[in-house]
């Protein structure tokens, strides 16, 4: 069975600092990956995903994240956060079968 | 274009009420999907609507959760005789053409159902 394990619930980091959000899958088959955010009182949104090919990813807002076969992870990472990153990130897996499943989420709060 | 919608914002019901939870998906999108966010569980599937195929319902926690989707377009989520821990954030999303991990899914801004 599939499953996402968001390896920290809370991240707090202050204001231009860098940021690693870390995430490990288990699945048996090829891996889609994918990190969505949802800010406060906000939709998730589509941060990135990982179909294939390279295996960094760039997305959105300055985030990037890399596919680690041999290690089984897809952490996401920042370089320099801003206050407005203040979010829940999820890390998900795509399921053949249509389903997305879910990591329980990562809490990032920036501090000034 | 509009996002995914979801009416209400929030619903406060009594333990063993009915309740309706509504999605417009976006215009085009053929695919449909409804999770359950609960405090410190994370995002659960619940059910999967594509065009005209047996929507996927194995997500639904129990008999009393049942979905439609009428038109192909609007879809209710109605949970019979609520019970406390049925209490989270229903979140509604669509996809293009679902089935594909190309296919990206956008979400609604939820409903937050507490039941008392």
């Known amino acids: 069975a599939q499953s996402v394990t968001q390896l920290d619930s809370q991240v707090p980091v202050f204001e231009e600092a860098p940021v690693e959000l870390r995430c490990n899958y288990s699945s048996s088959v090829s891996v889609y990956l994918f990190w969505y955010v949802q800010y406060p009182n906000q939709g998730l949104q589509l941060l990135l995903k990982y179909l294939s090919g390279s295996t960094l990813v760039k997305g959105i807002n300055g985030f990037e994240a890399e596919f680690n076969k041999s290690q089984t992870s897809f952490h996401l990472r920042k370089p320099s956060v801003h206050i407005s990153d203040t979010a829940e990130y999820f890390c998900?897996?795509?399921?053949?079968?249509?389903?997305?499943?879910w990591g329980l989420g990562t809490s990032l709060a920036v501090n000034p | 274009g509009a996002g995914v919608s979801q009416s209400p914002s929030n619903k406060v019901t009594e333990k063993g009420k009915d309740v309706e939870l509504r999605c417009d998906p976006i215009s085009g999108h053929t695919a449909l999907y409804w999770y359950r966010q609960s405090l410190g569980q994370g995002l659960e599937f619940l059910i999967y609507f594509q065009g005209n195929s047996a929507p996927d319902k194995s997500g639904l926690p129990s008999d009393r959760f049942s979905a439609e989707r009428t038109g192909g377009s609007v879809s209710t989520l109605t949970i019979q005789r609520t019970q406390q821990e049925d209490s989270a954030v229903y979140l509604c999303?669509?996809?293009?053409?679902?089935?594909?991990?190309?296919?990206?899914?956008?979400f609604g801004p939820g409903t937050r159902l507490t039941v008392l």
């Open positions: 999303a669509s996809s293009l053409r679902g089935g594909s991990p190309t296919d990206t899914q956008y």
């Open positions: 998900a897996v795509f399921l053949l079968g249509r389903k997305l499943i």
